[in-house]
DNA sequence: TATTATATAATCGTTCACAATCTAATTGAC
DNA sequence: GTCAATTAGATTGTGAACGATTATATAATA
């Protein structure tokens, strides 16, 4: 037990978090590339699949992204003629995205992704469980410990 | 039960993954600053804290990380005297990386790092054990999934 | 009503991340 | 020993990712 012990990567779950979340997006890219498709504008697409239309500012609270990210990157979904863009007439700062025929389309094609990196992700169905819950504590708790750094700064 | 659920982002493992990794690495930003490393550069001092010095090639092995990424990272830890750079001499086409005693020094700033990462991330000691050994249950699954992709191909 | 504050996207600059390609060094086959 | 394969790293181009700033629209209030 050396006093440095807590700064070796074996010893971080940071590490091993950030590694498994780069090589399962990396995983992902063949199977995208098929449906034209980034990782992240894959999981945009779930949401709009979904939900067929919504505002930058909701889908970047979905995606846990802003709109540095996200108005380029439907931009190119734009350009792909998978959503479209527009304002909304009550309320002129929102961007309303709509999702267009041709990406709901799409939904047929990317139905094979899940089932396919299912099978190369072979956990089984407790750990993909354990897994999920235990992910989204950690989400939570950063939520949580977000909040409290705001009021701290108030 | 609709034919496409599968394809929602509630149900699927690897978002979760994606957004807490990233919301973490987020959440470290502010501490990292004050010790100028970025969430990368961080785990490549935490290998070199620990090895002293290795080759891009081994490196990247422990990080998951290619000389795409680590050449310029590795040239930015240099030009803040934290590492040198210099060719084998027993096999020039390896570049060695040897950490700098300034480098050593930064190890007892960064100390303060992950005792305050994990005051924020409060999950209990068997919670963050399940998780830990899940993700590298998830690592391992996805390393064996690529030799077979590996194998088919050949 | 005029002014200020807030909210929403867009833009800009920096840093990864990675596939693909390139260069140079080394190894191996013959 | 020569030439072809392999290996290590660097380079290039594209796409995130995010903090900070900016522009415009709306809401709140003096």
Redesign the interface.
Known sequence: MGK?D????EN??????????????R??KPMLDRIDLT?TQY?AM??L??RKELNVKELGK???LDSGTLTPLLKKLENKGFVTRHRSESDERNLIITITDKGMDL?EE??K???E?GR????NEE??D???K??????D??E???K?IKHKSN
């Not at 807590?6 to 990567?9: A, E, F, N, S, V």
């Not at 940071?14 to 997006?25: G, M, N, R, T």
Request: proline share 3%; net charge positive.
């Open positions: 440095y807590c700064l070796k990567i971080q779950l940071c590490f091993p978090l950030y590694a498994a979340s780069k090589e399962i997006v995983r992902y990782y999981i779930m949401v699949w979904d979905c995606l846990y939904r990317a139905m992704v899940p089932s990196m190369c992700l072979c956990l750990d993909t354990v897994l999920y235990l992910l989204y504590k950690v989400l708790s950063i949580e410990s977000k409290t």
